[in-house]
């Protein structure tokens, strides 16, 4: 079963960045999409963004022009650099496949906190 380690996270103030990192398990990482994911207290998980095994990307329309994700085949790692963060980014973010299809497990996430 493949399994993902999210970290990264922190409390930044408003207009902050922060580098979060995925690490997944097995074999396949290299043939699959990924995505990063959020869930905000109260609300249901969401995609935030994803890219292809070859690398082409695509942003929920919230974090477009400021988030960007990116892959490491070799380290079997996915990033998501987030910049001019804002207090409606706090959540907690995870990783795994996209689209996902409740075929893998989700990680312990990574809590993202943005307050001043």
């Known amino acids: 079963q493949v399994q993902f380690v999210e970290s990264g996270g922190g409390l930044v103030p408003p207009g902050g960045s922060l580098r979060l990192s995925c690490e997944a398990s097995?074999?396949?990482?290299?043939?699959?999409?990924m995505g990063w994911y959020r869930q905000a207290p109260g609300k249901q998980r969401e995609l935030v963004a994803s890219i292809t095994p070859g690398g082409s990307t695509n942003y929920a329309d919230s974090v477009k022009g400021r988030f960007t994700i990116s892959r490491d085949n070799a380290k079997k790692t996915v990033y998501l650099q987030m910049n001019s963060l804002k207090p409606e980014d706090t959540a907690v973010y995870y990783c795994?496949?996209?689209?996902?299809?409740?075929?893998?497990?989700w990680g312990q996430g990574t809590q993202v906190t943005v307050s001043s």
């Open positions: 795994n496949h996209y689209p996902y299809l409740g075929r893998s497990n």
């Open positions: 097995g074999s396949i990482f290299r043939i699959v999409a």
